[in-house]
T-cell receptor
Framework: GESVGLHLPTLSVQEGDNSIINCAYSNSASDYFIWYKQESGKGPQFIIDIRSNMDKRQGQRVTVLLNKTVKHLSLQIAATQPGDSAVYFCAEKYTGGFKTIFGAGTRLFVKA | DADVTQTPRNRITKTGKRIMLECSQTKGHDRMYWYRQDPGLGLRLIYYSFDVKDINKGEISDGYSVSRQAQAKFSLSLESAIPNQTALYFC???????????????FGEGSRLTVL
């Protein structure tokens, strides 16, 4: 989930299990939400997005859920693999503007 | 080859030195950004540029300057580096669809800067 400060929230899962990473967003006007994955030594990379007129969107092994009532976003990864180990960032945006607001990130560890 | 290329990837410098981080992109995007990443703080926007003649400050622009030399090139400068500018710096681009930003950011692989 979200955190402000020096300590990154971590999630440790067993290979093959499902992972759920949570995020609370801040701006009620945000209408576009994105999950990014950042592997060690690399820049963040787009995983999946969702617009505010939807509450669920599925990709390959990933699902994003949006609850606008409580301003909550989650990323579900099915059958988590070692290659899923990374830091995951949620991001929010108002599409009439330009600024993307990033969460602090969650580090996912996958145990073999 | 990477679509968004940053140089240098790593740099160690001393307090007071001038540092330039360079970014070039082959995606053909008009919008370019510089972000700073610190542990536990996510990514924070330093400067952004919507085209060659457009430069704007982000949320943490103090101590930094930028130059948009061409559509494909956007450089970040630290005129007089200080230790609390030690961080990982990312360049990013985004595309427009009509009048709206598509939303997705494309990042370079980062430039790690250490100021002693």
């Amino acid at each position: 989930g979200e955190s402000v400060g020096l300590h990154l929230p971590t999630l440790s899962v067993q290979e093959g299990d499902n992972s759920i990473i949570n995020c609370a967003y801040s701006n009620s006007a945000s209408d576009y939400f994105i999950w990014y994955k950042q592997e060690s030594g690399k820049g963040p990379q787009f995983i999946i997005d969702i617009r505010s007129n939807m509450d669920k969107r599925q990709g390959q092994r990933v699902t994003v859920l949006l609850n606008k009532t409580v301003k909550h976003l989650s990323l579900q990864i099915a059958a988590t693999q070692p290659g899923d180990s990374a830091v995951y960032f949620c991001a929010e945006k108002y599409t009439g503007g330009f600024k993307t607001i990033f969460g602090a990130g969650t580090r996912l560890f996958v145990k073999a | 080859d990477a679509d968004v290329t940053q140089t240098p990837r790593n740099r160690i410098t001393k307090t007071g030195k001038r540092i330039m981080l360079e970014c070039s992109q082959t995606k053909g995007h008009d919008r370019m950004y510089w972000y700073r990443q610190d542990p536990g703080l996510g990514l924070r926007l330093i400067y952004y540029s919507f085209d060659v003649k457009d430069i704007n400050k982000g949320e943490i622009s103090d101590g930094y300057s930028v130059s948009r030399q061409a559509q494909a090139k956007f450089s970040l400068s630290l005129e007089s580096a200080i230790p609390n500018q030690t961080a990982l710096y990312f360049c990013a681009t985004s595309a427009m669809r009509g009048r709206n930003d598509t939303g997705e950011l494309f990042f370079g692989e980062g430039s790690r800067l250490t100021v002693l």
